[in-house]
């Protein structure tokens, strides 16, 4: 069974930095690119950063510079290194699974989440 | 940025009930579109993709159509376990791009 679990969320001041990181389980990590998507309390989903199972990586413009996406494929974790943070970044913050069959793919998987709260 | 627009926000329904979202492309997504059904403090699952291919698992009242710019989501018959919100999302092009959600809720 695919399992994604999130951990390192909580309340941090304006400012600040966090590291999330996401184990992974069920599957063969190193195959897979891995994603990190966010959802403010009440608002829709909002993809933020993507890391190839090469550790190429892609943002989102709003992280930008601010964010690093990483991965140990050792470890079958996938981690978000926030810094610089705002209160716009308030949000519960998923990993989630690319498919990897298809030249056009999406998230087949995603983790529950870990709340992110930016506050003074 | 590829905008995606859902309508309506929200469906009040009831079990039994024909139930059909609309997501509207702001350019042509070709058939790169996804559903997922999210719950309160859950995870999103994967419905749809490439418009209207079923996930493995998912019951065949979920069903999903269109391509180019307007694609369609419908549950045939609505069951007590499919009061959700409803997202669509292209992954056309990066970045991956969300509908804003539709909320199923009871009548």
């Known amino acids: 069974e695919v399992q994604l679990v999130e951990s390192g969320g909580g309340l941090v001041q304006p400012g600040g930095s966090l590291r999330l990181s996401c184990a992974a389980s069920?599957?063969?990590?190193?195959?897979?690119?891995m994603h990190w998507v966010r959802q403010a309390p009440g608002k829709g989903l909002v993809w933020l950063s993507r890391?190839?199972?090469?550790?190429?990586?892609i943002y989102a413009d709003s992280v930008k510079g601010r964010f690093t996406i990483s991965r140990d494929n050792a470890k079958n974790t996938l981690y978000l290194q926030m810094n610089s943070l705002r209160a716009e970044d308030t949000a519960v913050y998923h990993c989630v699974r690319e498919m990897n069959t298809g030249n056009y793919r999406t998230a087949d998987y995603w983790g529950q989440g870990t709340l992110v709260t930016v506050s003074s | 940025d590829i905008q995606m627009t859902q309508s309506p926000s929200t469906v009040s329904a009831s079990a039994g009930d024909r139930v059909t979202i609309t997501c509207r492309a702001s350019e042509s997504t070709n058939s790169w579109l996804a559903w997922y059904q999210q719950k309160p403090g859950k995870a999103p699952k994967l419905l749809i993709y490439q418009a209207s291919s079923l996930e493995s698992g998912v019951p065949s009242r979920f069903s999903g159509s269109g391509s180019g710019t307007e694609f369609t989501l419908t549950i045939s018959s609505l069951q007590p376990d499919d009061f959700a919100t409803y997202y669509c999302q292209q992954y056309n092009s990066n970045p991956w791009t969300f509908g804003q959600g539709t909320k199923v809720e009871i009548k």
């Open positions: 890391i190839h199972s090469d550790g190429s990586t």
């Open positions: 069920g599957f063969t990590f190193s195959s897979y690119w």
